[in-house]
């Protein structure tokens, strides 16, 4: 194949700067707002605002350490190698030694294993507010935990019905709205309750420490508290699906070279060939490619704010509002009193709280199975690519295999601790870890004059150490819990 043509740089981009151009950059902002949402909802919600309750503002440096290595490096790097290639991470990652597709087919083993898992904390908090709210509208013949089942399971059908109408731009429009609310709500809420600015400050940049427990902590916490760390750092930015989906994202964007009018010839072309050698090699058309992957910088500095942002105003809430009260929080019931406390402090501050709560956790929810589903497909179709897989059937599939098992977990009544912790160790801390590593391989899969600057390169070689630390103090405590 010959030489591409490097695609000029148009849009915003090409504007001279102006008032337009910044809110033009703005409107970049799209498949990180989903990939944020996502994490958000899974994370910030359940574990940071819980940890903030026992370890005031002790713990916030794992928020900062976790939105950076993810929602900067993660992120970028993953969708950077489609953005200058065209190629999907699955059509390159499938010709791994070994095997044809051994790493894809893990991938997908341990999000399918760990997905379950993931879902219940989510749905079940919710379906315990939701009883919570509503329960002077509940018979008394029918006991609380199966109302609480009822309802959970009501809404997770809910979502996965809604979910299979929602087109991938629906989808971005959707949680770009989720993520604004986030965002004004938490900081509103953080705003009002006055933090310690200084407090503030020590514990975002600690650290390594690990504050002094004290009596109200959760009892796992102080039983396990390595494990613990590695939990919430773990459900800081979410799950290696939504991570693996950014790339596929960033191609239906068109960024970098994805956008080329050839586009289907270059992936063509690249999926028979072991090296990238079709990427053009004078200075100025390297220069043109680079500039070309401006959007995909925007976006994921974007998503790794409102993460960053999101996350540190729960666990702010935490700290300042529960922590002094000495709330304890145990089991389903998290959410629910959350609620109960804010609405001691002042009522206003409970209508926040709700909006901002069941607008992470339902984005989460939603936009889960378009990212199962748009991972699956690319997955499947690098593996058998002589095979035709149909997106739609795919994802009824997907989200039929979801609603069965995390209702079966739901009505089994496993603790809340030892799903948080698995699903923590699998989606997060090891599968992140292994696909941060394949990033890295990828980078070096591009001829040499494309691979990312030695600070970006520096940073995502730490980024990957810090993700396997976590990995092994997560799985090493994971061991420990259950034998």
Known sequence: MNKIDVPPVGGVFAEPWSLKKVTGLFAVFGPAAIVASVAIGAGETIVVVRAGAWAGYGLLWLVLLSSVVKGVFVTYMIGRY??????????????????????????????????????????????????????????????ESTWVNLLTTGFVCLALLLALRLSYERLERQQIIICGILLVGTVIGTAIVKPDLWATL????NFGHLPEFPPWAPEDAVKNPMLMMGTTFGYVGGSVMGYISYANFV???????????????????????????????????????????????????????VLFVVTAAFMLSGAVVLYPLQSRFDGWNLLTNQAYVWQ??????????????????????????????????????????DRTWDYGCMQRIICLYIFVTVVTIIWLDIPFDILTHVA????????????????????FKLPAAYR?????????????????IFAGISGWGLIGKIF
């Open 344 to 385: 001691n402090i002042h009522p206003a501050l409970v209508w926040v709280y709700y909006v901002c709560i069941v607008a992470a956790l339902w984005g989460t929810l939603q936009a889960l199975p378009e990212i199962y589903t748009r991972v699956s497909q690319e997955f499947f179709e690098a593996i058998w690519p």
């Open 424 to 443: 923590g160790f699998l989606l997060a801390n090891l599968a992140i870890a292994v696909i941060v590593i394949a990033a890295i391989y990828l980078n």
């Open 202 to 205: 020590v514990g975002s940049v």
């Open 452 to 468: 990312t600057r030695p600070l970006m390169l520096v940073g995502t070689l730490v980024s990957a150490v810090i993700l396997v």
């Open 82 to 143: 489609t953005a200058v290639s065209g190629e999907y991470l699955g059509h390159r990652l499938v010709r791994l030694p070994g095997p044809r597709g051994w790493l894809l087919i893990g991938i997908m083993a341990v999000e399918m294993i760990g997905a379950p898992l993931a879902w219940v904390p989510i749905s079940k908090s919710c379906g315990n507010l939701f009883h919570y709210l509503f329960r002077g509208l509940l018979s008394d013949s029918i006991s």
């Open 251 to 305: 191609g239906l964007h068109g960024w970098g070279v994805t956008g080329h009018k050839d586009i289907e010839a270059i992936r063509s072309h690249a999926a028979s060939e072991d090296k990238v050698d079709y990427l053009p090699e004078t200075p100025e058309e390297v220069a043109g490619v680079r500039k070309l992957l401006a959007p995909l910088r925007w976006d994921a500095g974007m998503g790794a704010l």
